[in-house]
């Protein structure tokens, strides 16, 4: 059973920094693109970023573009999402997400629904 495991979410003050960790256990991690998505009460899940298998490919967000950083280390099953300049419209619930065959390209990814397995969530708060 592969199964992605968020970590990391918390309290910070808006300007500040938070480090989102998520680790895939069940299947070989190297094999998946991964990615973040956010959900906001009452908002849909919004893409976040997404990283490629090999960690050389990023795509972000809009929203998020020049403040956050995916990254992964296939050594640990890990992948990153580091958080800077936050501010309070980016408090949600984050999740993490794998895929394993879809193609590397903005439109595919920031699509929810081509994802293979999702993680429970992290809650981040950012306070004004």
């Known amino acids: 059973q592969v199964q992605p495991v968020e970590s990391g979410g918390g309290l910070v003050q808006a300007g500040g920094s938070l480090r989102l960790s998520c680790a895939l256990s069940?299947?070989?991690?190297?094999?998946?693109?991964m990615a973040w998505f956010r959900q906001a009460p009452g908002k849909e899940r919004e893409f976040v970023a997404a990283?490629?298998?090999?960690?050389?490919?990023?795509l972000y967000g809009d929203p998020v573009k020049g403040r956050f950083t995916i990254s992964r280390d296939n050594a640990k099953d890990t992948v990153y999402l580091q958080m800077n300049s936050l501010k309070p419209e980016d408090t949600a619930v984050y999740y993490c997400?794998?895929?394993?065959?879809?193609?590397?390209?903005?439109?595919?990814?920031?699509?929810?629904?081509?994802?293979?397995?999702w993680g429970q969530g992290t809650q981040v708060t950012v306070s004004s």
């Open positions: 069940g299947r070989t991690f190297s094999i998946f693109t």
């Open positions: 997400a794998a895929d394993l065959t879809s193609p590397f390209s903005t439109i595919v990814l920031a699509d929810r629904k081509h994802y293979d397995y």
């Open positions: 990283c490629s298998v090999t960690g050389s490919r990023t």
